[in-house]
């Protein structure tokens, strides 16, 4: 089995097409905020060079001696300003006057000395919507003159047509300004991130067929950003995972072989213990001495036989949840293990009051269990079992008085076959207990370890919704 063959239609339809097209949506937002301000100021800009044409248009007037031109004259300055009246107001000199003499009447009016930065806009967007045929009066400063006010009467169609084709020309220039923008970006990003991502999916794709498989085992460049460290993390896991299932494996070709071997096994077993109990009876002083030593070391071996196939045989950890009293289950753990060692209490139950917890009852007696056959074992005289919740979890505390772990045992506490401090032993127990308390969303860990005793945390995180113990 292969993995999927990436094609240009699936990164178009992927990650680089969505920024493709956010990429074009905020050029066009920028260009929008753009586009206003500059349609008011041409707006602006027309309204001033008639102004400034209406002013020169107008001085001609002092040319003439009486201050008078003829019809033809007149109408043709009017037209080259495009208006329907031309006044111009100067300081101690009087006001000039040119009309067309055709009627009208005026829509709007607008003081172009009193227009801020918002009002251009307002009224640009208002010519672009307005009616058409609407007549307005200017009034401004001239260009030409600061000194000189003029006053003009003018059609508002010629403006909207020069608004609307300024209007379009930014509209296409933002379009293929937001397009090269888009395409720049979108294919930066598709070379940088997009197609490293596509690549590292087709390796986790191809990896998960046969995780086993060395030549699988994703190959870092030499990167040094983000993408870098994500393809050096996904290695190290890969490796990481390919030596667990190696692992796995070959435990599980111990599973295979103790099956096959341990009904025999059983049967050699049961019939030494039957041998070594008849010369247990034997009157030979010697015999009957190391008689015993001789059965414990088959039952040693019996015992490891079964844990070992039972531990290789079990799969994944499936809780069954249930809502019990801790106190209860502690005392009964208590009655399953040596009520007395040496006529002391083996079994303390130190828990103040009654906790309510919710949890798979069996596999935490199986937990407990195990904690205190092996502090017995190891020579404690008493374990005692407490509880405190701590940061919304329940810490289940077991202390025993015994000789303590050497740090040999310490360093690999945990780990099958290699986590057991005493002789005959496979050191399943605390690896299972691992299992079956991390199934539950907690663990088990060992707070301390000296000549005086050891201790370990049990953390039980509590279900949500559910009540906390008292």
Not at 453 to 468: A, K, M, T, Y
Request: with cysteine; proline share 4%.
């Amino acid at each position: 089995m292969t993995g999927p063959t990436f094609r240009l239609s699936d990164a178009l339809a992927g990650l680089s097409a969505r920024l493709l097209l956010m990429t074009i949506a905020f050029v066009m937002l920028a260009e929008v905020l753009i586009f206003a301000p500059s349609v008011g100021r041409f707006r602006l800009t027309y309204l001033e060079e008639r102004l400034a044409a209406a002013h020169l248009a107008i001085l001609t007037l002092d040319a003439t001696p009486d201050q008078m031109l003829g019809d033809d004259l007149r109408l043709e300055l009017l037209a080259h300003v495009q208006a329907f009246s031309i006044a111009l107001t100067r300081r101690g000199r009087g006001k000039l006057m040119l009309s067309s003499g055709t009627p009208f009447q005026v829509d709007e009016t607008f003081d172009l000395r009193r227009t801020g930065f918002f009002g251009l806009i307002g009224d640009a967007f208002s010519a672009l919507v307005a009616e058409p045929g609407r007549v307005l009066r200017v009034v401004g400063v001239s260009p030409k003159d600061s000194a000189v006010l003029v006053e003009l009467v003018i059609d508002e169609a010629p403006l909207k047509a020069e608004l609307i084709a300024f209007a379009k020309r930014i509209l296409a220039l933002s379009l293929v300004i937001s397009l090269f923008t888009a395409a720049l970006v979108y294919l930066s990003l598709h070379m940088i991130m997009v197609r490293p991502m596509l690549r590292l999916t087709e390796n986790m794709s191809r990896f998960s067929d046969d995780p086993e498989d060395e030549t699988r085992v994703l190959a870092p460049s030499a990167r040094a950003d983000e993408i870098g460290q994500v393809q050096r993390e996904l290695e190290s896991m890969q490796r990481g995972l390919r030596a667990a299932l190696q692992h796995k494996t070959r435990l599980a070709g111990l599973g295979t072989a103790m099956a096959k071997i341990h009904h025999d096994l059983k049967n050699i077993l049961a019939t030494a213990l039957i041998l070594s109990d008849r010369l247990q009876k034997s009157d030979d002083p010697e015999v009957a001495r190391v008689t015993p030593r001789l059965m414990d070391a088959i039952e040693r071996a019996a015992k490891l036989c079964e844990q070992t196939l039972t531990f290789t045989r079990e799969g994944p950890v499936h809780l069954e949840r249930s809502r019990f009293d801790l106190g209860a289950l502690v005392d009964e753990v208590g009655a399953s293990l040596p009520g007395r060692v040496n006529g002391a209490a083996a079994w303390r139950n130190r828990l103040d009051s009654q906790i309510e917890i919710t949890a798979d009852r069996e596999q935490l007696h199986r937990v407990l269990t195990n904690l205190g056959q092996n502090a017995i074992e190891a020579g404690a005289t008493t374990v005692e079992v407490s509880a405190e919740l701590a940061n919304g979890s329940l810490r289940i505390a077991v202390r025993d008085d015994g000789p303590g772990l050497v740090p040999r045992a310490r360093e690999r506490l945990f780990q099958p076959f290699a986590g057991s401090a005493r002789a005959g032993s496979t050191g399943l127990g605390l690896a299972i207990s691992r299992e079956l308390m991390r199934a539950h969303g907690g663990d088990i860990r060992l707070a301390s370890s000296t000549g005086e005793g050891s201790v370990f945390d049990i953390e039980l995180p509590l279900e949500p919704g559910r009540r906390e113990p008292s």
